[in-house]
């Protein structure tokens, strides 16, 4: 039997009360980030809103969260859900999501790490900075798990592939944008930088 088409989908919702409305548009914002596993940017939340605000109605769904454990996180130019940190320890315990985590040892995330702060950055880059020869297997992991994609290649001869971070990478970190990596100064002060 064939799949009878979806109906058009009532932006509007003109047949439901106006207090209700502001609700049920809500409603659709959390069910879309619910259903995706990759941050969903604003024009395809206007999709299922129209011409209400997104921005308002995200504010107000993160407000209604604020006791859940879940909350909405802006990643680049999108939002997804994600579940707080103080529920990590029980989602290990009762759920099998090991094969959600990073993994990645103390030097993959050193050198991923470089890769954010100096992007685009070529393999010769990061030797430079660790002082010895970046793997093309752990450019291999780090790639595998969305956290790199190349870069545009580097202008000299040769002209070598570079690095750069990706969605992904920040989802996983749960930054906002690059902006929100800490500096020099924030690492200094919490002994972790130079």
Known sequence: ???RPDPPLDRALDDLPPELRWR????RIEAVLFASATPVPREALARVVGDIS????????DAELAGRPYALAKVADGW????????????????DVADQALALTDFDLAV????????????DGLKEIFGREIGRELIGRLSEQGLIAPGP???RRGAP????TTEAFLAAFGLESLRDLPDREQLADAGLGP
């Open 54 to 61: 997104v921005d308002l109605l995200i504010a107000d769904l």
């Open 112 to 123: 991923l790490a470089a890769i954010a702060w100096h992007q685009p950055i070529t393999r």
């Open 24 to 27: 049920e548009w809500m409603r």
């Open 153 to 155: 290649r580097a202008p």
């Open 1 to 3: 039997m064939a799949k």
């Open 80 to 95: 997804l859900l994600c579940t707080r940190p103080a529920y990590a320890t029980a989602i290990r315990a009762a759920a």
């Open 161 to 164: 592939y570079s690095f750069v």
